[in-house]
């Protein structure tokens, strides 16, 4: 399955006209859209945002596609279609918005969207060239979530790059990160503040061209 | 439920064991389905030969579709699939499932799951 579709991908690589569509994944709140916001402003807008982003979990709760994004690092070119999904959870309970103030209502609409986020985020590694893995430099990332991700993303043999982000805090650990997943790329960054965002547009081209 | 000594109520919990023979006879689907049904009724299942990542990711997927006010999802934790020769063989290894309200992974790496499993 691994191998085919393997080959599968670098036959449609070879003979591909269109965008490379580049996934972003992650769990809840790992900053996947200040990411896609982070490379759409850098590359397409500087006033444009794919999507909004919060401190609540589960701000996005649709994929969202930003087509034709010119990705230039050092010479190099990468036309591509970036996907902001939503975060990737094992449970969602409504219980948890309350705290952040939504009424019971609101929390149990955010709940069954975010469900349905979920399923659409899954469904969307189908149509995917290439995915940036964002994981929360700040927290454990020996996740049952980001183990499931990488372990489809090998399976299906879907070239990806594991994205550190949040260095610009305090307690960011991305070394952590490095010695949980050694066989895999990963490039530490601050979508927020912008840092070392050239080091893996260099890292995307180089994978994902 | 049951009384402690104290005379605070207490609630079993029901582990089920699977053996990786009986996991060989089902589907993909046999097993997530077999999954999500003991899970919803409160027990932890223990699969000795684990399930694969995309078996794990097509359990995600059910149970997003299940989730209700009465069902939050599930905790799952398993090791990382070891992979043989080339990379071209790969063996799961133990998952273990439960009620995301019941159970809490508190640690985990390739090796290791910690676990707290605590009556609702």
Do not use: C
């Amino acid at each position: 399955m691994g191998l085919r579709r393997g080959l599968l991908l670098l036959l449609r690589r070879i003979l591909r006209r269109r965008n490379t569509k580049i996934g972003i994944y992650g769990a809840p709140n790992a900053g996947k859209t200040t990411l896609a916001n982070r490379i759409i402003h850098d590359f397409l807008d500087n006033t444009e945002d794919i999507g909004v982003v919060s401190e609540i979990p589960h701000e996005t709760r649709r994929a969202f596609r930003k087509e034709g994004i010119l990705i230039t690092a050092k010479g190099a070119k990468l036309r591509v279609d970036i996907v902001d999904t939503p975060g990737l959870a094992t449970k969602i309970d409504f219980h948890d918005f309350l705290a952040y103030g939504l009424s019971e209502e609101e929390a149990k609409k955010r709940a069954k969207e975010a469900t349905e986020g979920v399923i659409e985020a899954i469904k969307w590694l189908d149509d995917l060239d290439g995915v940036l893995l964002v994981m929360d430099a700040t927290e454990d990332p020996y996740t049952q979530a980001n183990i499931v991700i990488i372990g489809n993303l090998e399976a299906r043999g879907i070239p990806f790059i594991i994205v550190a982000n949040k260095v610009d805090l305090k307690n960011a650990a991305p070394a952590r990160i490095k010695n949980a997943f050694p066989q895999h790329v990963v490039v530490p960054v601050s979508a927020l503040k912008g840092d070392n965002m050239e080091k893996l547009y260099e890292e995307m081209a180089r994978r994902f061209r | 439920m049951r009384m402690s000594g104290g005379g605070e109520e207490e609630k079993d919990i029901k582990l089920d064991l699977i053996s990786e023979d009986r996991m060989a006879s089902m589907t993909s689907m046999e097993k997530i389905r077999f999954i999500l049904d003991g899970v919803k009724l409160g027990n932890i299942v223990v699969l000795e030969g684990g399930l694969t990542p995309e078996e794990q990711m097509k359990l995600i997927e059910m149970t997003m579709s299940e989730i209700d006010e009465d069902f939050a999802g599930i905790e799952i934790g398993s090791y990382p699939v070891k992979r043989g020769f080339l990379g071209l063989r790969r063996r799961t290894r133990l998952t273990i499932v439960g009620p995301a309200n019941m159970m809490k992974t508190i640690k985990k790496d390739k090796d290791l799951i910690r676990a707290i499993i605590s009556r609702v």
